[in-house]
Structure formats: C-alpha cells, structure tokens
C-alpha cells in the first residue's frame, strides 16, 4: 500500500515560513490528485491546498497567497511552502493522495505550532 510520511513541522513566531514535505512510496504519477489538509481541536478537517497530475491548484482562501503546494513526481515528493504564518495556521497538516476513481491515502502528519 501506499506510505506517506509528512516532515517540516515546527514551532515558529507569527509572520514566519515553514516548508513541509511529504514522501511518498510510490510515484506520484499514480495519483490524481495531491493534497495538503490541516485539523486543528475543535475543528473539521480543511482542505488547505491541493494539485493534481495536470498541475491544477487549488487554494482555501484563508491561505490564499500565503501557501504554494508544488510536486516533483521523479523525487516522489509533495511539497507546501508557507510564509506569513498566522495564529490561526496551527494545526496538525496532513497529506492526501489519490489514485483515479478510487479511495485515498492519508499520512500521519506533521504538526505546526504559529506562536509568539
């Protein structure tokens, strides 16, 4: 089955950037669509961003212009930058995978922690 193992979570001060990273153990040539989703306590699970094979983003507003998802399918890697961190950005980040017409993959996550 497919493995997706997130890093790059920190602790980070308000107005800071992280880059967080997920491996995956397949390429990502098999896949549909590529996502990053956040959960917070409290809180539904948010699509934060995603892309598909076709390199179609998608962006929640609240990340909007903050947030950049990018992927190298060679290196089997999915990629989110995030500068200008609030607050509010907290949370445990999630990576998603899917294959075309069918259920996907979850990774365990990385946790990011916006505080002064």
């Known amino acids: 089955q497919v493995r997706l193992v997130e890093s790059g979570g920190d602790l980070v001060q308000p107005g800071g950037s992280l880059r967080l990273s997920c491996a995956a153990s397949?390429?990502?040539?098999?896949?549909?669509?590529m996502a990053w989703y956040r959960q917070a306590p409290g809180k539904q699970r948010e699509r934060v961003a995603s892309?598909?094979?076709?390199?179609?983003?998608y962006y929640a507003d609240s990340v909007q212009g903050r947030f950049t998802i990018s992927k190298d399918n060679t290196k089997k890697t999915l990629w989110l930058q995030m500068v200008s961190l609030k607050d509010e950005d907290t949370a445990a980040y999630l990576c998603?995978?899917?294959?075309?017409?069918?259920?996907?993959?979850w990774g365990q996550g990385t946790q990011v922690t916006v505080s002064s």
């Open positions: 998603y995978v899917a294959p075309p017409g069918r259920a996907g993959y």
């Open positions: 397949q390429s990502l040539d098999n896949f549909y669509v």
């Open positions: 892309i598909t094979s076709g390199r179609t983003t």
